[in-house]
């Protein structure tokens, strides 16, 4: 299948604001794209990229005074399948763990394992370890959270979402992430395009979406809090130990958010040449 997907952000910025981006897709997602990968900006900006720790694109760039619009459009074949399921993944034991896997057990900035240890043992002690144990956890924050556009926080974290029980995807994620490294499964937190495709399409605008990878029998799984079921059509851009490590854009300095759209749609395949998502040019 053929996947359409793209963004046009806007910023106001008083100065000049130099800012980190996080909004190229993943490496290995590259050979599945049709054409380049590029992000337009309005007015040009000259940016650069590099790779990250975590092995994800970021972008440099420094806004201009007043408003920069960023964009990009892309076409990605994906096999069409669902997530894949591994009941039989087993969970390590943590002097089993590979050495750059070791990470994802810490604490981060907004998963608090130290807070949220006493909970998970008490909630998930019990479950058999490996792929059942996180599928518990799955269920666990699928019911414990509310899920609402006006619940987003940027400040909340694991263990205020647990307390919470509210938020947006990323807070299902941290939720999940958390006690998966409490119970000593790794697990990272991952940002990307994910459509309605083959479920009932929803009447809020798109936004990205927040899922993670826990590793399990010497392999990294996807799961998703939020949606808790298998899905189709997910395009990574990022990965990381939380929210920090994968912001769609960091700023080093005043800005403020002046639009923000997002698309994700399955196309025919003979549909490849279809028209730009946004209507405003964009130098590129």
Not at 17 to 43: C, K, V, W
Not at 87 to 101: G, N
Not at 137 to 149: A, E, L, N, Q, S
């Given at each position: 299948?053929?996947?359409?997907?793209?963004?046009?952000?806007?910023?106001?910025?008083?100065?000049?604001?130099?800012?980190?981006?996080?909004?190229?897709?993943?490496?290995?997602?590259?050979?599945?794209?049709?054409?380049?990968?590029?992000?337009?900006?309005?007015?040009?900006?000259?940016?650069?990229?590099?790779?990250?720790?975590?092995?994800?694109i970021?972008?440099?760039?420094?806004?201009?005074?007043g408003?920069?619009?960023?964009?990009?459009?892309?076409?990605?074949?994906?096999?069409?399948?669902?997530?894949?399921v591994?009941?039989?993944?087993?969970?390590?034991?943590?002097?089993?763990?590979?050495?750059?896997v070791?990470?994802?057990?810490?604490?981060?900035?907004?998963?608090?394992?130290?807070?949220?240890?006493?909970?998970?043992?008490?909630?998930?002690?019990?479950?058999?370890?490996?792929?059942?144990?996180?599928?518990?956890?799955?269920?666990?924050?699928?019911?414990?959270?509310?899920?609402?556009?006006?619940?987003?926080?940027?400040?909340?974290?694991?263990?205020?979402?647990?307390?919470?029980?509210?938020?947006?995807?990323?807070?299902?994620?941290?939720?999940?992430?958390?006690?998966?490294r409490?119970?000593?499964?790794?697990?990272?937190?991952?940002?990307?395009?994910?459509?309605?495709?083959?479920?009932?399409?929803?009447?809020?605008?798109m936004?990205?979406?927040?899922?993670?990878?826990?590793?399990?029998?010497?392999?990294?799984?996807?799961?998703?809090?939020?949606?808790?079921?298998?899905?189709?059509?997910?395009?990574?851009?990022?990965?990381?130990?939380?929210?920090?490590?994968?912001?769609?854009?960091?700023?080093?300095?005043?800005?403020?958010?002046?639009?923000?759209?997002?698309?994700?749609?399955?196309?025919?395949?003979?549909?490849?040449?279809?028209?730009?998502?946004?209507?405003?040019?964009?130098?590129?």
């Amino acid at each position: 299948m053929l996947i359409r997907a793209g963004f046009e952000i806007a910023y106001d910025c008083p100065q000049p604001t130099p800012m980190l981006l996080a909004l190229s897709i993943h490496p290995e997602r590259m050979p599945h794209l049709l054409g380049p990968q590029r992000i337009a900006f309005d007015p040009p900006v000259g940016p650069t990229e590099y790779r990250d720790v975590y092995g994800n694109i970021c972008t440099r760039i420094v806004a201009p005074v007043g408003r920069l619009t960023m964009a990009a459009e892309l076409m990605v074949t994906d096999p069409g399948t669902l997530d894949a399921v591994a009941l039989e993944a087993s969970q390590h034991s943590v002097q089993d763990l590979p050495d750059d896997v070791l990470v994802y057990l810490l604490g981060s900035r907004y998963c608090e394992t130290d807070r949220l240890s006493d909970t998970a043992w008490s909630l998930f002690g019990g479950t058999p370890p490996g792929w059942a144990r996180v599928q518990a956890i799955c269920d666990y924050v699928h019911d414990r959270i509310t899920f609402g556009y006006e619940h987003a926080d940027s400040t909340r974290t694991a263990w205020t979402g647990h307390a919470d029980r509210r938020g947006v995807c990323r807070d299902f994620a941290h939720l999940a992430v958390a006690l998966c490294r409490c119970m000593n499964i790794p697990a990272r937190y991952c940002t990307g395009y994910l459509g309605d495709i083959g479920v009932p399409a929803s009447d809020a605008p798109m936004d990205f979406s927040a899922w993670f990878e826990a590793y399990l029998g010497g392999h990294w799984h996807t799961f998703d809090a939020r949606h808790n079921v298998r899905r189709v059509g997910r395009i990574l851009m990022a990965r990381g130990r939380d929210a920090t490590d994968v912001a769609l854009a960091t700023t080093f300095g005043p800005c403020t958010l002046a639009g923000f759209m997002v698309v994700t749609e399955e196309v025919p395949p003979q549909d490849t040449a279809a028209p730009p998502f946004f209507a405003a040019p964009v130098d590129r």
